[in-house]
């Protein structure tokens, strides 16, 4: 199985499995001499980590990251940091009802048309748990980035229950399970979320993350655009199922006038975006505005509801999942989309050094 690695100059390498003894990643290319220890990374991970609410899983994982390599006195060292969490709460034998069948939304039947044998033990690498590991490569990549950058998500809409944009407040988004900036939002989802959960159902979400702080002209034309390396990552986190840019599909909708980021020149001499529909990249290139994506998060296909399922002799056959599954997953991917968009940008970070390391003033007009 090939492809468990993503990044050019800022390269992340995953394994592990849902059910094995650990899970792991190897980060390449982080340049030496950064501040780095455990205690950096491990707030990052406690915001991801299952059983932290009756609205996510109740695996319990403690999901405490080692670092066993790259790291010397405190300090990157310039070599591969490995990094390392031991799973310490499986439950294979939830599983073995679904040993010969494959469950509806899940990658069990793609996995064995490809390899011609699959983990089915908690989905293998087709599970969530592996979204630890980007979280904490993500923590590695903020550290690239610098105190600069400031990376933010939110839980924007659950079902079809969207937030109230105008309500927007970055306060609430620690003040409620679901990293919700409306308040009142996340008191309706409360309650949905119950029903949800008690019938053994469960439901979709959309995350917005945001990266403030960006340099200019990270990103190349045509092949290497920032936004399509964005898309691509956040379209790789498990069970989404979209992405979208700056006012995204939206755009569709408004006229040429209305969609143009229009300037003006500020009087210190840089320029001023008066909106940012763009989503802080033109051209594949960021433009200094924040960056802005969106993705949507399919309801977890785990349910306790029977649905229609063929097991791996041909049969016809009802299943259900038992076992500790997210009612909305889409909750603890917001810092996995927040790590997904430090790796990208710190990978374009180090390219753009690399490829311009002459580069103007930011956001100046005309060059000094």
Known sequence: MSH???????????????????????????????????????????????????????????????????????RTTGTPIALHIDNQDQRSKDYGEIAKSFRPGHADIAYEWKYGIRDYRGGGRASARETAMR?????????????G?????????????????????????????????????????????????????????????????????????IYGKLDAEIAAALMSINAVKGVEIGDGFAAAALSGEENADEMRMRQDGHVEFLANHAGGVLGGISTGQPIVARFAVKPTSSILTPRQAVTLEGQNTDILTKGRHDPCVGIRAVPVGEAMLACVLADHLLRHRAQNPGAPAQGRLPRE
């Open 4 to 74: 468990n690695s993503f990044g050019h100059l800022f390269r992340v390498t995953t394994w592990g499995e849902s059910h094995g003894p650990a899970i792991g990643c190897v980060v390449d290319g982080c340049p030496p001499g950064l501040e780095l220890d455990e205690g950096w990374i491990q707030p990052f991970m406690d915001k991801r980590k299952p059983g932290t609410s009756k609205f996510v899983t109740q695996r319990q994982e403690p999901d405490e990251v080692r670092i066993l390599s790259g790291v010397f006195e405190g």
């Open 135 to 147: 979280v904490a490569a993500g923590a590695v990549a903020r550290r690239v980035l610098g105190e």
């Open 149 to 221: 950058v400031v990376i933010r998500g939110a839980l924007v809409q659950i079902g079809a229950d969207r937030i109230d944009r105008e309500a927007w407040d970055w306060a609430e988004v620690g003040n409620n399970a679901f990293w919700c900036p409306d308040a009142k939002a996340a008191l309706r989802w409360e309650e949905q979320l119950s029903a949800v959960r008690k019938s053994g159902s469960s439901v979709g979400a959309v995350i917005e993350v945001r990266a403030e702080g960006v340099p200019v002209g990270l990103g190349a034309p």
